[in-house]
């Protein structure tokens, strides 16, 4: 068993921070996080603070935090070079003999950037050396908002973006719950396409869930007008699905 009571020398931490709640952080990520030698915490170049790095704040005392600002575009090159720069950070410090913690929202592997950075690291670092901490993804903690189940007996769950619309229709047919991220200006087409598959009603948003910015829509048809940002998350209840 590795020991996550502090962090260990010449180790990479990829640490999930949750949805946005100081309080949410797991014991393991805490003690990490107290302990690490150096925190990379991202921030994306249209904002103007990182919010994982504000989530975590209470658990700080003298370590050295280093902001990485990567670009909000569809640019694979671009992209690629701003975390191979990120992961030449990370190793410089690890060969030093330092603890390196990357600080992610949600979960390190749910649409994460830690994702981006585990590519660039490849096996520049030794893989026992790698550890991934979990933390409660956007949808889990939409979920607990709405006191809605997601799964029970043999339902099918999906998550995707909102950005293909074609393909979120598609998935109404494949799972019982559906889970819809990255909403944005796409929200009253998505919500066009429920009301014509007669699942509005079974729908319903929460943004910033667990954040001081939280809102919650029971009722979609009462977003009209509404402008939400990239952290809204859409649960649409398709159905059941019994035991056989």
């Not at 603070?49 to 990567?70: F, G």
């Not at 994460?112 to 950075?117: G, N, Q």
């Not at 559906?178 to 319903?204: F, M």
Request: charged share 20%; net charge negative.
């Amino acid at each position: 068993m590795t020991d996550y009571s502090k962090a260990l020398p010449e180790s990479l931490y990829l640490i999930g921070v949750g949805p946005g709640a100081a309080d949410l952080l797991t014991l393991r990520a805490v003690n990490v996080l107290r302990s690490v030698d150096v925190i990379i915490a991202p921030r994306s170049s249209t904002a103007s603070e990182s919010l994982a790095l504000n989530v975590v704040r209470p658990y700080l005392a003298a370590q050295e935090v280093v902001e990485h600002i990567y670009p909000m575009e569809r640019d694979a090159e671009q992209t690629a070079l701003c975390w191979k720069q990120m992961a030449d950070l990370a190793v410089a410090r690890l060969l030093q003999g330092k603890s390196v913690a990357h600080i992610t929202i949600g979960d390190p592997l749910i649409y994460s950037t830690c994702a981006y950075l585990l590519e660039q690291i490849g096996d520049r670092i030794a893989a026992e050396n790698i550890h991934t901490i979990s933390g409660i993804s956007a949808m889990q903690a939409t979920a607990a908002r709405l006191n809605a189940p997601l799964l029970m007996q043999n339902d099918r769950l999906m998550l995707m973006p909102a950005e293909n619309l074609a393909a979120v229709e598609a998935a109404l047919g494949a799972c019982e719950t559906l889970v819809i991220y990255k909403i944005g200006a796409r929200l009253p087409k998505l919500i066009e396409l429920l009301h014509r598959h007669g699942l509005a009603q079974s729908a319903q948003l929460v943004s910033h869930a667990e954040q001081e910015k939280e809102r919650i829509f029971l009722d979609l048809d009462t977003l009209t007008g509404e402008r939400l940002g990239y952290m809204a998350v859409m649960i649409v209840h398709v159905g059941r699905r019994e035991w056989t």
